[in-house]
């Protein structure tokens, strides 16, 4: 067991899949002699060698592309997209190639990559570098999407990542790359934390895909959450003194819909919180289907807290960004009507 941030956990999870896989390889903008623009790659080339770590052009329609390829053929390719704002390019690889190609292929091909990519704000980024598009990926059928709140899952649904045989988004919480968070501030008392954040197991170990984490127990309202906002929502719940059983998803598709609807169920109430924005955000997917689950155990209606419709503020980062005033304030909406 190691003291490690979420960087150092992922680093782990893919020197541990290089040294177990021959299969493996590791590839993307930087990732090689430099170690990624986060560092998330450090040393990587150093242990295992030029052709299993390197570095590609600043193409991410062929980094896709070429892992498309390469997974086709029986590697499990790791791509690192440099920032989720820069994944666009590739988009037609992943939603017309890689997703569909078990599909129309009858299952006698498949693609078993894993994209990584860093998304969220909270690091002053602007709107070129700090977008949540994983709404536009959880829509298409054949992808998985990931995102973990902390260094121990990170690791542990990396490795499930790179060893499932589908292909599957990771994005990483860039505001909780180097640290923990605190989510008490709806304002950054420095933009990064220096310290670890948590407990790592060393060598192999797996968090399943598909299944959600209880972070908080609660009677009083059910919140819904991943990545950063995990954090604001366990702040929020303990800042207002409301009850709020707080569940991290961890995986959104394929999404622990047993562990949501046993939770609302419970609680009568239900608060989402993502920083994407709001409008047709995984949030709208989340909250129809405690609506349809859930309709008889409703006390009140289900709350959403989002970032604005708007590209993000550099300006104003720091009130798009979704913090525990604002998911304070659903919590109290929803428990007092």
């Known amino acids: 067991m190691a ?4 960087i150092q956990a992922i680093n782990s999870a893919m020197d541990v899949c290089l040294n177990n896989d021959p ?8 990732v090689g002699f430099f170690g990624g623009v986060f560092r998330a790659t450090d040393k990587l080339q150093e242990r295992h060698g030029l052709n299993r770590v390197f570095d590609a052009p600043i193409a991410e ?23 989720a704002d820069y994944i666009y390019p590739g988009t037609d690889q ?7 190609l078990r599909y129309r292929t009858a299952g006698e091909w498949w693609s078993p990559i894993t994209v990584r990519s860093p998304y969220g ?13 994983e709404g536009i990926f959880t829509h298409v059928a054949g992808l998985k999407t990931v995102i973990p709140s902390n260094p121990h899952d990170a690791k542990g649904l990396l490795i499930a990542a790179i060893e499932d045989d589908d292909p599957v988004l990771f994005f990483e919480p860039k505001r909780l790359y180097n640290g923990p968070f605190d989510g008490h501030h709806d304002r950054p008392v420095t933009p990064w934390s220096k310290h670890p954040a948590g407990d790592v197991p060393d060598g192999h170990y797996t968090v399943p895909l598909g299944k959600a984490a209880t972070v908080k127990a609660g009677t009083a309202a059910t919140v819904l959450a991943y990545g950063t906002m995990v954090h604001v929502a366990l702040a929020a719940a303990e800042e207002t003194g409301i009850d709020a059983e ?14 949501i609807v046993a939770s609302v169920e419970k609680t009568g109430c239900c608060v989402i919180v993502h920083e994407a924005t709001l409008t047709c955000g995984f949030g709208a997917e989340l909250a129809a289907l405690v609506q349809q689950h ?20 550099h300006a104003f980062e720091w ?19």
């Open 246 to 259: 707080v569940i991290d998803l961890r995986t959104l598709v394929p999404l622990d819909l047993d562990t």
């Open 3 to 6: 003291r490690m941030n979420m």
């Open 294 to 313: 859930c309709f008889y155990s409703l006390e009140t209606p289900v709350e959403r807290v989002a970032g604005w419709d708007t590209p993000y503020p």
């Open 61 to 83: 329609g062929g980094i896709i592309a070429t892992a498309v390829g390469m997974g086709a053929y029986g590697m499990r390719p790791v791509v690192e997209i440099q920032f």
């Open 319 to 337: 009130d798009y960004f979704p913090g525990p005033a604002r998911v304070g304030a659903a919590l109290r909406r929803a428990v007092e009507r």
């Open 121 to 133: 704000g909270g690091i002053y980024g602007g709107q070129t570098h700090s977008q949540s598009p």
């Open 23 to 30: 299969k493996v390889v590791v590839f993307g903008q930087d």
């Open 94 to 100: 992943l939603i017309s190639e890689a997703a569909r």
